[in-house]
């Protein structure tokens, strides 16, 4: 059982950064493939971004390609989405999500994970 909680949303102006945390429990969090998912108002939720448990294997979506960076620290089972250069159709709701998995995988499919947390909002003024 793996219970993830984010933070650090919040309001910005378009070109700022910010960066959200997701906190895992659980003594087993590197053994777990973690992604960043995102559902703006009014759309269906949307994969950003995953690591595999190493932190070395990523993916992410070409809408945050090249902004966005996807990290893990495995000693206090965080994972973190830094967000650069911030855009108005960045504003959603930031969820986490975790799956335990055999090798280093990453999965970008919602459906192919467990454990979600709460979401932090984002919203990106013009």
């Known amino acids: 059982q793996v219970q993830l909680v984010e933070s650090g949303g919040g309001l910005v102006q378009a070109g700022d950064s910010l960066r959200l945390s997701c906190a895992a429990s659980g003594r087993t969090f590197s053994s777990y493939a973690m992604g960043w998912f995102r559902q703006a108002p009014g759309k269906e939720r949307r994969f950003v971004a995953a690591t595999g448990w190493s932190g070395g294997n990523t993916y992410y979506a070409d809408s945050v390609k090249g902004r966005f960076t996807i990290s893990r620290d495995n000693a206090i089972n965080t994972v973190y989405l830094q967000m650069n250069s911030l855009k108005p159709e960045d504003t959603a709701v930031y969820y986490c999500?975790?799956?335990?998995?055999?090798?280093?995988?990453?999965?970008?499919?919602?459906?192919?994970?467990?454990?979600w947390g709460q979401g932090t909002q984002v919203t990106v003024s013009s």
């Open positions: 999500a975790a799956e335990r998995v055999l090798g280093d995988r990453v999965l970008i499919d919602q459906w192919s994970y467990e454990y």
